[in-house]
């Protein structure tokens, strides 16, 4: 870099001086460069002068940025006052949640990320940010142009309201009562299913599954079953169409979030042309199922039928009750995909990561399945009201499995104009807030030995459990909580209840990480895990894999 630096600097003064001489003597009529500019402009353009130029710049920005930026007195790394580009770099190279977790203990629950953006590791203080609409999201979810304004990305808090008031009566427990069947049915009913059929085919009744993968397709076939009015068992079939949607439509919501420029001519085509047909076919695929529903209900009517039950029938009944507007069948179609994107992977990654910790940490695992099988027989189907009733350790376990193991990463939002002040520290309004779910569940002023997995912070006779639920952030918080956290509730107590009364899980002979894989810490460690849709495992197909057998 040096070296090209120095013959740019040479070339540069070569061209001037040619530049000048030709205008000294050029035609009559061109009056002569003054020598002094000349030999100014000479000077300036000496590789030596430029050189000092670009290290006093540098200087001048470091001893602004820690003296006099509005950040100065902010704790926080130089590499990130000086420059974004580190920030990204570990966006894209490391685990965020274990960036984050990581930074908050060398510079405390607020620090600076990058020149404009600042760290919020604070539970009540990512509180105060996530529950008003003062704090917008960042510009960059404003970015995305091939789909409808929708309750993920839009910026406008009115719109947001809006929306939540029309799809929440399908999201919320009467709502999910009414489709739990189609939840059943779907999910652990075909995950049980297919393990039966493994364990019955395997020598000594034995099978080896990877339950990632198939916690995946089955968290899509529930979500596919219930937003487009079909059923759909991609687990059984191993048709992965619809998740490869999902995947494709996510990886360009991304891109344009992050990389505005594939908007534009060429890369737009080039980009379209990678991933454009897949989500083409995704929205096309929506507004088939809306139509089929539509001529369904139409014949429904002379028969006087019932309407189904399922969220695409309440997304089309939906409407705002201040106002009574319905959702377009475009925002219709909009709305059930963001749920597939935003809802289906989280959920199913949830569960990977809560059957991991299981077993990791065998002594709860044990606890849980004498809960579970004192309570219900081995072929009894455990709904989700009837898992709330008797299995008050389950629901601790998925909690807390929630807080060690968060599937979200940082939540961006922008400081209001006026600024805002955090743990003393002003932060000027434009700049912007990363609030990290994970780093607030690791914060050891609201939780004591974080890092060890313990489901008794979230048993309701444990005197902190109002405490510990109301610090819990990995929904999210506020006006912008997770309006899906009753669908996410209702997938993971249904199902870690009936595979763990109906299998016996142990984990297999090669496993990388269990009980004796003991970090610096005594803990056992947890699988590494990598930016994804959700923070998800970095390799499943090597470290999500259990042993399954029918129980006694």
Known sequence: MARMFWLFANYMGHMLRTLTLSANNGPAGLPPLSQRLYDALTMLLRPTTLLLLATCYVVYRIVY????????????????????????????????????????????????????????????????????HAFAKAELYGNVDFMEPNIFLTRDAKL?????????????????????????????????????????????????????????????DIIASLGFGMEHRSLTTGDRTIGDWVEKTFALMILQMV???????????????????????????????????????????????????????????????????????????????????????????????????????PEHRQALVEQIRAAFGRDQLITYEMA????????????????????STNLPRVVPKGGVTLQGHFIPGGYTLAVS????????????DPARFDPARFLRSNPDYDTNRHNLMTLSSGVRSCPGHQLVMVEMMTTLANILNRYDLELPADAHYGPHNLGADGLPTVMPRTNHIAMIPKHPERDCSVVVSMRP
């Open 388 to 407: 709330r009733e008797h299995l008050p350790l389950l629901e601790a376990c998925i909690f807390e499995s929630l807080r060690v193991c968060p599937v």
């Open 65 to 132: 940025k820690l003296a006099f930026s509005p950040l100065c007195r902010v704790p926080g790394p130089l590499r990130a006052r000086v420059s974004s580009l580190p920030s990204l770099l570990e966006c894209l190279t490391q685990c965020t949640n274990d960036v984050m977790v990581r930074d908050s203990r060398l510079y405390g629950s607020l620090f600076v990320m990058e020149p404009k953006k600042v760290a919020v590791c604070d539970v009540e203080d990512c509180r105060t940010i996530l529950g008003s």
């Open 160 to 220: 947001n309201s809006q929306r939540r008031r029309q799809i929440g009566p399908a999201l919320n427990k009467a709502g999910l009562r009414r489709m739990e069947p189609t939840i059943l049915a779907a999910g652990v009913q075909q995950l049980m299913s297919r393990w039966d059929s493994c364990v019955h085919q395997a020598a000594g009744a034995r099978a080896q599954v990877n339950y990632y993968s198939d916690m995946t397709l089955m968290s899509f």
């Open 437 to 448: 779910t994970a780093a607030c569940n690791y914060n050891p002023q609201y939780w004591p």
């Open 259 to 361: 990389v505005p420029a594939v908007k534009w001519w060429p890369l737009r085509r080039i980009v379209g042309a990678v991933l454009g047909k897949h989500v083409d076919a995704f929205f096309a695929f929506g507004k088939q199922a809306i139509e089929r529903r539509k001529l369904a209900l139409a014949t429904a009517s002379a028969s006087a039928e019932p309407r189904p039950n399922d969220i695409l029938q309440q997304f089309i009944d939906a409407e705002d009750p201040l106002n009574r507007i319905k959702m377009t069948s475009s925002q219709v179609i909009t709305e059930t995909i963001m749920i597939m994107l935003s809802g289906a992977d989280t959920t199913s990654t949830s569960l990977a990561w809560t059957i991991h910790l299981l077993m990791l940490y």
